[in-house]
Every structure is written in C-alpha cells, then in structure tokens.
C-alpha cells in the first residue's frame, strides 16, 4: 500500500508561495541530499491542476544535455496523477487525471500503488487532501525567512488536522527538515 508523501519548502512565517524567490541561498548538499531520498522512494508522483499545467510544459522541455536533465528525465518518466475536474485531458507522458470522486480514487490510488505517492507544492490540494484524512506524511523544510506576501500552507479554510512529530533534522544552513504524520490518537 502506497503512502501519500507531500513535501514543501516553507518560510517561518508558513508562505509556500514563489519559493524560487526565497529558497535559494539556503538550498545546500544536506538539503539536496534529503530532496535526493525524497525521490529515491517515489512510486507514482501527485499534484493539483496549476502545478500539473506548469511542470507538463516545463519539464518536457528541458534539453538532455542541460543541468536539470537527470531531473527532467524523473518528472517526465515517473507515473503523475492530476487532481482535476476540470482537466479533460493529459497530454505529458505517464499522467492520468483523477476527477469526480476523488475522495475514493485516491483511495484506491494508495491501495493500488507499492511505494509513496509524492507530492510537491499544489498547497490548495494538500489542504483539501489533509481535511480528508488522505496524507500520510508532511515533510516542511523550514527556512529561516519570513517572507511575508504570498499564500501559506495552512489556512482558516483547513480544519484541524493533529500531527505527531516523525522525525527532525537541523541543515547547517538553519534549514529545519521536519517530518509529520497524522496523530490518530486525538
């Protein structure tokens, strides 16, 4: 059974929003090293509607022969559901559109998928996913920022959700790499 693994670089102050404006600087091998095992352990790779219209066009353009090629090469290859339901067709290689009862596909995504199901921005859909129970693990990596414009993970729009603490490592950099699950006990 697959687990649903959702993953953001997060200021102090919760935005999640444009974090190629504010990451960078603390971005170091520890932190590419954790990203590097985030990826090692991804069956099947989930994402809401903008992030898909954005990676879908970025990613297969990306030249074989550049920096980001070996990156390129996961996204494109690696299997992609999109949360959509107003999506009608997916055109990038390997995706599949989740739509209508999308509480129940996901489900059965997680019953049919040996591996984590990874997920990486798309705040909107792991807010929606968090109130129904659907993520097994949120990974942050807390920047030591506060950026203070732009839209934070958590809002009034999400119910309570009670995590436990997984795991936690300090970068050098300052960098918190934090891991949650839900904490079915309260």
Known sequence: MGKIVSSFFIALDGVVEQPDQWHFPYF??????????????CAAFLMGRTMYDE????????????????????FNNIRKYVISNSL????????????????????????????????????????????????????????????????RLFNEQLPAVPLKLLSSKTFGSGVLHLRYGPDTAK
């Not at 059965?108 to 984590?116: A, H, I, V, Y």
């Not at 990486?120 to 203070?148: C, F, N, Q, Y």
């Open 28 to 41: 170091d091998d520890e932190m590419g090293a954790a990203i590097g095992e985030g990826m090692a352990s």
């Open 88 to 151: 009608t067709e997916a055109k990038w290689q390997e995706s599949t559109i989740i739509s209508g009862d999308i509480e129940t596909k996901v489900r059965r995504l997680k019953d049919e998928t040996d591996g984590n199901i990874n997920m990486s921005g798309s705040a909107k859909t792991v807010r929606w996913l968090l109130a129904h129970g659907l993520v097994d693990e949120l990974e942050l990596m807390v920047h030591p920022i506060v950026v203070g414009k732009g839209q």
């Open 55 to 74: 990676w879908s066009t970025y990613w297969p353009s990306i030249a074989e022969d550049s920096e980001e090629a070996e990156i390129a090469a996961f």
